[in-house]
């Protein structure tokens, strides 16, 4: 019979050999996630020697990275993005149970992220609801991306979102609004959650924390929507005041943004706009739209700086006006000290009447 120690000597080079072939196999692979060890070894069981050994040196590749898929509960492998691809029916009730373990409450995490979607029908169909997150699921996603792309999302994602917008009344919010009429949201029919709040009188004049007005997506402004808002009892003036939300107030994304026809909107609702933009946020203060052409951080790329320049002086923009930081500076001499590309525009500019 062979000796102990020869033994050994064949486990450790078998042990040898089949690390070699699970990081070869997952460098084949480029993954290495828990599927990936299985199915580069075909192991079945999670009691074997082999599968002991494949989960260190697994353990090993992966090491400073996410917490290995093995190691989750089935409601966080469901929520993990390196866990993916997401299998449904796996959730069990006691993993649900302990979800205070997760950063966040199951339904925000699979809601902020386009990729974790597809757990959302199992968590509703479980029994989670948004009354026990933090924040309202729908304003993580907004916060998180603005504008997802929700025609991508399979018919039981997009109910399950949906039924988040009304099952949530923190829903109403800010961000939230301006994400359901962004462009992705409008083509999949997502801003009738919005026109829905507004027939079943969800969006009461101040009483929300924030202008649906300013909320709307700039290319919103002049539909039936706006119209409706205003006819409701929404004032521009509320829609220039300090706000609940990260997203930017409506003036500001139509100006950064370079969306002419919302600008109209609101200068003809608010001229004074064109020379001062009051802050809406406590960290912020006012801002003077001709001076942010100056610079290149403000305007989207596919903004002509000189063309909106243009614009605000034809609206009686005063290149004369004070910075607000800076009290003794006016945007004309900003411009002269930066050898602005616009000074000789800003020097022809009429005396504002």
Known sequence: MPSRIALSRRLAARSARLGLWLVGALALAGCTTTAAVIGALGIATDTSASWSIAKYFHDKWVEGGPVPCYYLNSVERALAPHCLPYQPGLMKAEDLAASYKLPLCPLAMAARDVRLWPALPELIDKGQMPEACARAPLVELAQADPCPDFGAATPAVRESLLWLAQADARAIHH??????????????????????????????????????????????????????????????????????????????????????????????????????????????????????????????????RQTMAEYLLAHGANPSTRLPAQPEMTVLRLARQLHSPLLPLLERAPAPR
């Open 175 to 304: 961000d939230v609004v301006r994400m359901l009429s962004c462009p992705r949201a409008r083509a999949a029919g997502f801003d009738s959650v919005i026109e829905r709040w507004v027939a079943q009188g969800q969006m009461p004049p101040g009483q929300l924390g924030f202008s649906p007005l300013s909320a709307l997506d700039p290319e919103m402004l002049g539909t039936p929507l706006s119209a409706q808002l205003e006819a409701s009892g929404h004032r521009i003036g509320a829609a220039l005041d300090p706000y609940d939300g990260k997203l930017q107030p409506g003036f500001e994304a139509a100006f950064r943004s370079g969306n002419y026809r919302a600008l109209d909107w609101w200068l003809t609702r608010a001229p004074q706009l064109v020379n001062r933009v009051p802050p809406q946020q406590g960290d912020q203060v006012p801002w003077i739209p001709l001076a942010k052409t100056l610079g290149t951080d403000w305007l989207e790329p596919a903004v002509q």
